[in-house]
């Protein structure tokens, strides 16, 4: 049984940070390309940032600069430190893990930045 479980959502202030963590159980971690998306009210959920084992790392360009994706082999564990946020970064991140073809979610985390 997959399960992804994320933690570290909140409320901060613009130009804030956060650290989002999500616990991957069941699955082929080091081999399971692991990311994040976020999902707006009335907007769709959205690629945030994704890294395989290899290192690589793809951000949306909304996000570049600000945000860093890491993996934790040793914890399965997946990381999204998000510094400098913004309003518009307000919704609910979830964590993805694409494994052996497949697509699995977690249950998601909100994330709101205000004043």
């Known amino acids: 049984q997959v399960q992804l479980v994320e933690s570290g959502g909140g409320l901060v202030q613009p130009g804030g940070s956060l650290r989002l963590s999500c616990a991957a159980s069941?699955?082929?971690?080091?081999?399971?390309?692991m990311g994040w998306y976020r999902q707006a009210p009335g907007k769709e959920r959205e690629l945030v940032a994704a890294a395989t084992n290899g290192g690589r790392a793809d951000y949306a360009d909304a996000v570049k600069g600000r945000f860093t994706i890491s993996r934790d082999s040793a914890k399965n564990t997946v990381y999204l430190q998000m510094n400098s946020l913004k309003p518009e970064d307000t919704a609910v991140y979830y964590c993805?893990?694409?494994?052996?073809?497949?697509?699995?979610w977690g249950q998601g985390t909100q994330v709101t930045v205000s004043s």
């Open positions: 069941g699955i082929f971690f080091t081999f399971a390309r």
């Open positions: 993805n893990a694409l494994s052996v073809g497949q697509n699995y």
